[in-house]
T-cell receptor
Framework: GAGVSQSPSNKVTEKGKDVELRCDPI?????LYWYRQSLGQGLEFLIY????????KSGLPSDRFSAERTGGSVSTLTIQRTQQEDSAVYLC???????????FGQGTRLTVV | AQSVAQPEDQVNVAEGNPLTVKCTYS??????LFWYVQYPNRGLQFLLK??????LVKGSYGFEAEFNKSQTSFHLKKPSALVSDSALYFC????????????FGIGTKLQVIP
């Protein structure tokens, strides 16, 4: 596609429910990132996929968070048993190569009520 | 570990005046450095990057940044600020070589006053 696509754009869920957030990176981009942006906060790194290498999961805040990238393309971020503190904008980005800039999607705004 | 510091939460500048948004970094090795801008209710947009070569990098919308290795800084600058430049600016770094994540700063809100 022309850009990084994320769905849904908005998600309201009840505390304790599981949610899945989807990211379609730019075709041909080998690197894919997930970040979280809370109101008034910066970008918190969550997870990084690079080609077929093992993902860097060092930013996942708890074992309720997981992500996968199927076929080196689409990625899904799953949050189990959501909590109110999970409310944030979840941003996905992809880049073509190591030295190139990342292109961001519009984000998924998650609200846990 | 790599990190980025943006020491100012907010920068206010009068329209037409030069602006500077500060960024310092820490990496074990040579850095790749980036600036991004986020307009209200919009996604992040790439502005410019330093990979190698000339320390002064020019980017979109008249912005530029200077890589200073001795001071480990990569400050964003523009000679004449526009009201439309008001936005949130993020500095980012990753180490060159290998496959490493990109680390972002907490962002600096730029307010250009008419």
């Amino acid at each position: 596609g022309a850009g990084v696509s994320q769905s849904p754009s908005n998600k309201v869920t009840e505390k304790g429910k599981d949610v899945e957030l989807r990211c379609d990176p730019i075709s041909g981009h080998t690197a894919l990132y997930w970040y979280r942006q809370s109101l008034g906060q910066g970008l918190e790194f969550l997870i990084y996929f690079q080609g077929n290498s093992a993902p860097d999961k060092s930013g996942l805040p708890s074992d309720r968070f997981s992500a996968e990238r199927t076929g080196g393309s689409v990625s899904t971020l799953t949050i189990q048993r959501t909590q109110q503190e999970d409310s944030a904008v979840y941003l996905c980005a992809s880049s073509k190569d190591r030295g190139t800039e990342a292109f961001f999607g519009q984000g998924t705004r998650l609200t846990v009520v | 570990a790599q990190s980025v510091a943006q020491p100012e939460d907010q920068v206010n500048v009068a329209e037409g005046n030069p602006l500077t948004v500060k960024c310092t970094y820490s990496v074990s090795g040579n850095p790749y450095l980036f600036w991004y801008v986020q307009y209200p209710n919009r996604g992040l947009q790439f502005l410019l990057k330093y990979i190698t070569g000339d320390n002064l990098v020019k980017g979109s919308y008249g912005f530029e940044a200077e890589f200073n290795k001795s001071q480990t800084s990569f400050h964003l600058k523009k000679p004449s600020a526009l009201v439309s430049d008001s936005a949130l600016y993020f500095c980012a770094v990753r180490v060159s070589g290998g496959y490493q994540k990109v680390t972002f700063g907490i962002g600096t809100k730029l307010q250009v006053i008419p």
